[in-house]
């Protein structure tokens, strides 16, 4: 799908959607308090989150850390605009873009120094080039910066019935599990405790520094 298309595609969803994104979603988006909470930034910290919709995760962790600067890219303006108003509405800064992760680089927040952490909460589904996504995020991390992802596993822990209906409705939603990242992601880091599966392998949470994982991976 070229790129604008894209764009436009989450515009239409998002358009109406973004008024009661976040009351639904808590609902079955689970783990992504934990991985927020987690985060253990030092001061001053840059961290970005990619896919920050609502601003939800962001605003949590200006609760937490008041004192980190924070980042969001998006690929949606319209969810851009209920970020904003979220934002305001908590008193919280944060910088906001529009663009696709692929693109994700320091510069395009007026920065030269990378980030500290980056997050991908229930995003990666969405991206149509994730691998790409994944690649920019660690090109964009400091040495010791982490990488932090809540996102759906395989679902092959939920019964071959249920996981097809889960995948049939998320398809409604243009989301895609991205098994192909989580069996990576098990095979290179195995019984790494920064990597959980929450039951019935309906999704993974990873925490990790950047030191334990490698462009080539994705």
Not at 148 to 175: C, M, S, T, Y
Not at 183 to 206: I, K, M, Q, S
Request: with cysteine.
């Amino acid at each position: 799908m070229p790129a604008d298309s894209h764009a436009a595609l989450m515009d239409r969803v998002y358009r109406r959607q973004r008024h009661f994104y976040d009351f639904t979603r808590k609902y079955y988006l689970f783990g992504r308090d934990g991985m927020v909470d987690r985060l253990d930034p030092k001061p001053k910290a840059r961290i970005l989150e990619v896919g920050c919709g609502t601003a939800r995760n962001l605003i949590r962790i200006a609760k937490r850390r008041p004192d980190v600067r924070l980042y969001g890219l998006d690929a949606s303006s319209q969810m851009l605009i209920s970020a904003q108003r979220a934002l305001a509405g908590a008193s919280v800064q944060a910088r906001l873009i529009q663009a696709y992760a692929e693109d994700l680089s320091p510069s395009l927040f007026g920065e030269t120094e990378p980030f500290d952490a980056i997050l991908f909460s229930y995003s990666l589904s969405m991206i149509p080039d994730w691998t790409g996504a994944l690649r920019a995020a660690l090109g964009a991390l400091a040495p010791e910066g982490s990488l932090n992802i809540v996102d759906f596993g395989d679902l092959k822990g939920l019964g071959p019935l249920i996981e097809l209906l889960l995948r049939a409705w998320l398809r409604q939603f243009h989301v895609v599990p991205r098994e192909e990242l989580l069996a990576t992601l098990e095979r290179e880091l195995g019984t790494y405790h920064g990597l959980r599966l929450l039951p019935g392998r309906y999704a993974f949470v990873l925490s990790c520094p950047r030191t334990k994982l490698q462009e080539k991976s994705f």
